[in-house]
């Protein structure tokens, strides 16, 4: 599935794009609020986007990644995933990531809302959640400007470099408005 918004294109993942996603991972920004930590070496990446490189085999398919390139200097600039539940619940989980480079242009915003579409239209989706650090301010500006309405805070949910921190759970169900 190869994704086009205005500025950007999304591709599914491949092996190719390893190096790219583990510089990516690397970056202390760009940590500050993961639970991943940085990689330790490539292997370590390696075996974090493994699942998403099996999932492509299966159907139906259970987690999707995608490398995220600006269309109009052809340069990878991050990345974004999906989950899905069983058909039954039809929930998807999204997330998104970019070099720091890229950061305050609206590019997550564009990416997210090409997530949400996608979830709704191609996948079938009923219900798609996000979860950020409730500190992460730029993610979850993101979130409230794709439509994503504030469902919860998960107390001491993430671990953080040694600490549990508390996250919001975000959320958009099929028929929400999507600004
Ligand atoms: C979170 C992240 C994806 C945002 O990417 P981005 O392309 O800069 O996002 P956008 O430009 O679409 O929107 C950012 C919004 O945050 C606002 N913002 C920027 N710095 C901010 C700050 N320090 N505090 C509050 N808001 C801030 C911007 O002004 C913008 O809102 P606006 O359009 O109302 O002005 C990016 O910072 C990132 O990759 N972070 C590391 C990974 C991560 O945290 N991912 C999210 C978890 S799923």
């Not at 999304?10 to 690397?26: K, N, P, Y």
């Not at 539940?85 to 564009?110: C, H, M, Q, V």
């Not at 979830?119 to 500190?135: V, W």
Request: proline share 4%.
């Amino acid at each position: 599935m190869d994704l086009h918004t205005e500025r950007l294109i999304l591709a599914e993942f491949t092996w190719a794009d390893l190096e790219e996603i583990h510089r990516l991972h690397c970056v202390p920004e760009v940590d500050e609020y993961n639970t991943l930590g940085i990689p330790a070496n490539l292997e370590e990446t390696r075996e974090i986007m493994r699942p998403f490189i099996e999932a492509g085999n299966q159907q139906p398919q259970a987690k999707y990644a995608w490398g995220i390139e600006e269309k109009a200097s052809g340069a990878f600039i991050g990345m974004a995933g999906m989950s899905l539940s069983n058909d039954r619940f039809r929930l998807g989980e999204i997330f998104y990531k970019l070099f720091p480079d890229y950061w305050g242009r609206g590019y997550a915003t564009e990416v997210a809302r090409k997530l949400i579409t996608v979830g709704f239209e191609d996948l079938n989706l009923h219900k798609i959640e996000a979860g950020t650090d409730i500190e992460n301010e730029r993610s979850v500006r993101v979130l409230e400007k794709v439509g994503m309405n504030l469902e919860g805070l998960r107390r001491k949910i993430l671990p953080i470099r040694g600490e549990w921190k508390d996250g919001y759970l975000y959320a958009i169900v099929e028929d929400d408005p999507r600004p």
